[in-house]
């Protein structure tokens, strides 16, 4: 290989891998600020109910209430609770689901124009059958040939992170309004941080740990599938001789 050769080997090289450090670097800029978004309101929240028990500490604290004055106090603040969890709480952890869902099927379809321009495909991504993460998952597997982790357990709970994402947006948060409410009440049943609300049996609970849970799951699979994508664009580093 001629001294020039290599030379436009080697650029064509840290060319590629430079492009890919600044995906994937602006990708975890993207879902560190996520993180940081979710982790600074549910701190608020969590003081906010400190805040409230607090309250009824005190009100229930007052020498001079009756029996009766104190079911009423204890009355209004548990209702007060509930409607701080059912509404505030809820709407919140509804829309981070939302947001992350959004971002992983962002993340996935950018990959998919990446690729699309890279290896100049014949089809596009919105030549191929489907919707959402499902669309991206066969168009990398089938178009762009990436060997797609479809049976890691990361991917089963992406779908699954799916399903109740989608009761959110096309429900929400009613198991019973969804196509397959059986399917969705199973997968609530055996994963941790999701439930039904005490009170509404029919509507999505969202708990504190499941969010962190997924963002951790998306990550690790977001940089195993960039991994695999960029291993078929990557030029081989020629070796000077």
């Not at 409230?52 to 009355?75: D, F, G, H, P």
């Not at 690729?115 to 762009?144: F, M, N, P, W």
Request: hydrophobic share 35%; with cysteine; proline share 2%.
């Amino acid at each position: 290989m001629s001294a020039e050769s290599a030379r436009r080997r080697f650029t064509e090289y840290d060319r590629e891998k430079m492009v890919q450090r600044m995906i994937l670097d602006r990708i975890r800029l993207k879902l560190q600020d996520i993180k940081e978004y979710y982790t600074e309101l549910e701190d608020k929240f969590a003081r906010d109910i400190i805040k409230l028990s607090e309250r009824y500490e005190e009100e229930i604290s007052e020498k001079n209430l009756t029996q009766e004055m104190k079911e009423e106090v204890a009355a209004y603040f548990g209702e007060e609770q509930s409607r701080f969890e059912e509404l505030f709480l809820k709407n919140f952890r509804y829309s981070i689901i939302v947001t992350i869902y959004s971002f992983l099927e962002t993340t996935l379809n950018d990959l998919c124009h990446h690729l699309y321009h890279s290896k100049k495909s014949l089809l596009t991504l919105d030549e191929v059958k489907g919707t959402g993460i499902e669309r991206a998952r066969l168009y990398l597997q089938k178009v762009c040939l990436i060997d797609f982790p479809e049976k890691s357990h990361d991917w089963q709970k992406i779908q699954k992170f799916n399903l109740v994402r989608n009761c959110i947006v096309h429900a929400e948060g009613n198991v019973e309004e969804v196509k397959s409410p059986e399917k969705l009440k199973k997968i609530i049943k055996n994963t941790r941080g999701i439930s039904l609300y005490p009170s509404i049996q029919r509507f999505l609970r969202i708990e504190n740990d499941y969010i962190p849970s997924i963002i951790f799951c998306i990550e690790k699979f977001i940089d195993k599938i960039h991994g695999e994508a960029f291993k078929k664009l990557s030029p081989v580093k020629p070796i000077v001789q």
